[in-house]
């Protein structure tokens, strides 16, 4: 009878650069019998990368085989002159030991697009692997994709995923800083205010405020001066100034009418007429003078 032993189980690695192991070693069987014989071999392989199985067979033991990442199946049959026959097999891994490369952009630094608050943004990111690589091998796992629209201070991280190899390299990291430069458009409105009993008005900015405009959105409106005395009857310049979310500012000008018709000092020179409530026409006397 024919003895046939088998190799063990045989796991490779690849050769740098490449998706295969060359000259594997290790595959001979060890066999007698008493009479002739012949010894046969059929290596199987099934290739990672490519995904279609394919067969080598031949005659005698194999000393070495060039085999792509993946499993293989060497399997030895032995048959004596008497019809006596013996069979054995090895299985044979071949691993992808080595990680894609990716290679991310650096900063990237754009400006807002007009009227908006951030951009689109297009970028390429580089990548290599010995092994074929598969379909959307490149996987987001913060941020945005390219020719998203990126708002003020997004960035986005990636991670290059070899979905045939499985192997997995460290994510690269970049940052895209849109920049908003759109000020506010600040809009202001003419304004009346009236002195109150004490001679005293003021102001808020939204009684100037003519529907002011920003990109990123407003964050303050304020005015200065907003407080009035009787030394401010008549037309007065103010400023509105107006801050958006990404610190921008910009002011106008709008005019406030101080008016004084129902102060008991009508005259505004800090001395009460007597009958200071009754119409214009019938105040005879400013703190005995005449009118």
Known sequence: ?????CPSNIVAENDPGSCTAYGVTGLSPTFSDNC????????????????????????GPLGAADIPVGAATLTYTMIDAG?????CSTAIEVVDAEAPSIACPALIATVNDPGQCGAVVSFNIEYFD???????PLQLIEGQASGAFLRSGRGGKHLHRDRYCRQIPPPCTFTVTVQDTEAPDAVCQDYTVQLDFNGD?????DD?????????????????????TCANIGPNTVTLTVTDNNGLSSSCNANVMVSF?????DDCDGVANIFGHLPRRR????????R
């Not at 010995?130 to 959307?136: F, S």
């Not at 003519?210 to 009035?228: E, K, R």
């Not at 105040?283 to 005449?290: F, I, K, P, W």
């Open 261 to 265: 018709d129902e102060l008991p000092d």
């Open 36 to 59: 002739s014989f012949d010894l046969s071999y059929e290596l199987e392989i099934m290739p990672q990368e490519i995904g279609i199985p394919y067969a080598i067979s031949g005659n």
């Open 283 to 290: 105040r005879l006397v400013d703190n005995g003078g005449t």
């Open 83 to 87: 019809g006596n026959s013996a069979n």
């Open 208 to 228: 100037v405020d003519g529907v002011s405009l920003d990109n990123c959105g407003i964050q303050s409106i304020g005015v200065s001066p907003n407080t009035f």
């Open 130 to 136: 010995n092994c074929l690589l598969g379909p959307n």
């Open 1 to 5: 009878m024919p003895t046939l032993v």
């Open 201 to 205: 008005a003021s102001i808020v900015a």
